[in-house]
Nanobody, 123 residues
Framework: QVQLVESGGGLVQSGDSLTLACAAS????????VGWFRQAPGKEREFVAS????????HYAEPAKGRFDISRNNVKNTIYLQMNSLKPADTAVYYC????????????????WGQGTQVTVSS
């Protein structure tokens, strides 16, 4: 099993940037496709971005395209989500999730989940 812990959330202003980190333990993250998801109050959880376990392919939801960047550091066993030009609509709890050798464009099939980190963007 792989355990995931998110960090880096906080309160920022509209237009600011923030970098989230997803630290993995228990297994080497290099064998896992990792995705970021978010859930705003009263809304369903939605896919944000993902990065393949091999080859570095990435996939983004429309709201994240051009503003967010997902990357991985397999040496540090950590996945990052760089978020730029943040908007109040980005306010949510952000979760990372992992799937062993998963398909990076599959936005639903993730087995392992972190506990989430809160991101609040004020206007």
């Amino acid at each position: 099993q792989v355990q995931l812990v998110e960090s880096g959330g906080g309160l920022v202003q509209s237009g600011d940037s923030l970098t989230l980190a997803c630290a993995a333990s228990g297994r080497t993250i290099s064998d896992y496709t990792v995705g970021w998801f978010r859930q705003a109050p009263g809304k369903e959880r939605e896919f944000v971005a993902s990065i393949a376990w091999t080859g570095g392919a990435t996939h983004y939801a429309e709201p994240a395209k051009g503003r967010f960047d997902i990357s991985r550091n397999n040496v540090k066993n950590t996945i990052y989500l760089q978020m730029n030009s943040l908007k109040p609509a980005d306010t949510a709890v952000y979760y990372c999730a992992a799937e062993f050798r998963g398909l990076y464009y599959d936005t639903r099939s993730y087995t392992y989940w972190g506990q989430g980190t809160q991101v609040t963007v004020s206007s």
